[in-house]
């Protein structure tokens, strides 16, 4: 069973890993264009959009403050993002770097929905907010 410590190690995990997915939509931006549905407009602009915000909320997580709301954020937006990884699979979408069989995208699909849960995790508070990831020294010591 994860403890509390585990539970803050998580949190940075799931920060870094969603702040570099986000930095990856501004400097490699062209896969994320690729697999938007074609019934949604300025692929490139939402691109843009969806990885700031995936940055913002990467941060968020680990500014005790507002964590708890940027963990509703990136829960918001991981379903926002949700049509893009059926597109894909559905339309069987290559991707460099990424499996082109049509399992490993359909089976890709459910693993939104641990993203889903990981961030719906962080929407609850802290067991004890003393020891809360932080980018801010001295956060979120009471």
């Known amino acids: ?8 190690i998580l949190r940075v995990i799931l920060a870094v890993s969603i702040i570099t997915l986000g ?7 062209e896969p994320f ?21 995936e940055i913002l909320g990467g941060i968020g997580l ?9 963990a509703w954020g990136l829960f918001a937006l991981f379903i926002a993002v949700f049509p893009a990884n059926i597109n894909m699979a559905v339309n069987q979408i290559h991707l460099d770097g990424i499996p082109d069989s ?11 929905a641990v993203l889903l849960a ?9 067991e ?15």
């Open 118 to 126: 990981w961030a719906w995790w962080y929407t609850k508070p802290p």
């Open 33 to 53: 264009v690729k697999i938007m549905p074609p019934y949604l407009p300025y692929h490139l602009e939402l691109v843009y959009i969806s990885g700031f915000f």
């Open 23 to 29: 930095i990856l939509h501004f400097v490699k931006s």
């Open 102 to 112: 049509p399992w490993f995208q359909i089976i890709r699909l459910p693993l939104q």
């Open 1 to 8: 069973m994860l403890n509390k410590y585990n539970k803050e």
């Open 128 to 142: 004890d907010p003393k020891i809360q990831a932080s980018i801010i020294p001295g956060l979120p010591r009471s």
């Open 62 to 70: 680990l500014v005790p403050p507002v964590s708890r709301a940027a």
